[in-house]
């Protein structure tokens, strides 16, 4: 599954940006997808996941009832609505996609076989 996002960019706190993450190649045999974010120096963090089977929906605590995942029903698309944004949401954000048949949490990396090339957000104070 190839994986590209678009979306990221400059906003100022609370204010809101849409990452889009469009999704090729082998798609049906996902199980679903997350976003991640990192900053230098620190490990990947998760963000959100959504499983396809049933539109299940994960939030990490820090950005609960300001971040939403959605999805397309082709697995071919998924989106990150973010409102309020904070300085400490400043990060590249990564979208990933899980294949059916892996074990383990939503939110550990290496349950995501196919990750995009990353897109910068930056909210300034």
């Known amino acids: 599954v190839q994986l590209v996002e678009s979306g990221g960019g400059l906003v100022q706190t609370g204010g809101s940006l849409r990452l889009s993450c469009a999704a090729s190649g082998s798609t049906s045999r996902t199980y679903g997808m997350g976003w991640f974010r990192q900053v230098p120096g620190k490990e990947r963090e998760f963000v959100t996941a959504?499983?396809?089977?049933?539109?299940?929906?994960y939030y990490a605590d820090s950005v609960n009832g300001r971040f939403t995942i959605s999805g397309d029903n082709a697995k071919t698309a998924v989106y990150l609505q973010m409102n309020s944004l904070k300085p400490e949401d400043t990060a590249v954000y990564y979208c990933?996609?899980?294949?059916?048949?892996?074990?383990?949490?939503?939110?550990?990396?290496?349950?995501?076989?196919?990750w995009g090339q990353g897109t910068q957000v930056t909210v300034s104070s």
């Open positions: 990933a996609a899980r294949d059916l048949g892996v074990v383990g949490s939503y939110a550990a990396p290496r349950v995501y076989g196919s």
């Open positions: 959504i499983r396809w089977t049933d539109g299940s929906t």
